[in-house]
């Protein structure tokens, strides 16, 4: 079982939706949770990141982490069509970083 | 300072060949971390450097790879002998805060 699992998709919505994109984790000891946003060609950028579990929430990002069932979620309201990218979620072990395979979403208009 | 700066962008070399990468971190952050992203996949951890010192090195850092950071500033990434597996992105990201990394752009390496 990888330490992290995330559903790969693709997954395509329309322009407005609401969108929900989950990842399970493996060890219990992992506090730290964060998603990246990757676009074609280009690095991750850190959307967000929660300790332990809860909400947070910025903009129309939110994130959420239940730790009694090692589930992490990202839910984006009012989709738009630059919200196209893929989605990785990680968390920290150690100094290293552990990434889901990523989602991608596209979202049209 | 424009963020994590990553070069050449994209390289094609033979098998066989060694090959390296240069990372230019953000000026103020002493973590430097270098990853490996194969397609569809999520970045792999390959090694970090906390100012010049080399602090951890993962498995998948074979004796073919050695990275370096002199006098903690950039980095570069020096693959010997390289291998149709080692086709893949290499990214390259700076922190001041172990949580809050900033990636660069990547070096697309494929090796034919």
């Known amino acids: 079982q990888k330490e992290v699992e995330q559903d790969p998709g693709p997954l395509s919505v329309p322009e407005g939706a609401i969108v929900s994109l989950n990842c399970t984790y493996s060890n219990s000891a992992f506090q730290y949770f964060m ?7 280009k690095g991750p ?15 129309r990002f939110t994130a959420q982490v239940d730790k009694s069932s090692k589930y992490i979620s990202l839910f984006i309201r009012d989709s738009q069509p630059s919200d ?5 979620c990680a968390t920290q072990a150690g100094t290293a970083l552990i990434f889901g395979k990523g989602t991608t979403l596209s979202v049209s208009s | 300072d424009t963020g994590v700066s ?3 962008r994209h390289k094609i070399t033979k ?21 490996r992203q194969t397609l569809g996949q999520g970045p792999e ?5 906390q100012n010049e010192a080399q602090l951890e090195k993962s498995r998948l850092l074979s004796d073919r790879f050695s990275a370096e950071r ?20 290499y990214l390259c990201a700076s922190s001041s805060l ?12 494929t090796v034919v």
Request: charged share 20%; with cysteine.
């Open chain 1, 35 to 41: 998603w990246y946003r990757q676009y074609s060609r």
């Open chain 1, 45 to 59: 950028e850190l959307l967000m990141y929660t300790y332990s579990s809860g909400n947070k929430e910025d903009g």
């Open chain 1, 84 to 88: 196209s990218a893929t989605y990785l």
């Open chain 2, 6 to 8: 990553q070069d050449p």
């Open chain 2, 15 to 35: 098998r066989g060949q060694n090959v390296t990468f240069r990372c230019d971190p953000i000026s103020e952050h002493n973590r430097l971390y270098w990853y």
């Open chain 2, 45 to 49: 951890f390959l090694t970090y450097f």
């Open chain 2, 70 to 89: 002199p006098k903690g500033s950039f980095s570069t990434l020096e693959i010997q002998r390289t291998e149709q597996g080692d086709s893949a992105m």
């Open chain 2, 98 to 109: 172990p949580t809050e990394y900033t990636f660069g752009s990547g070096t697309r390496l």
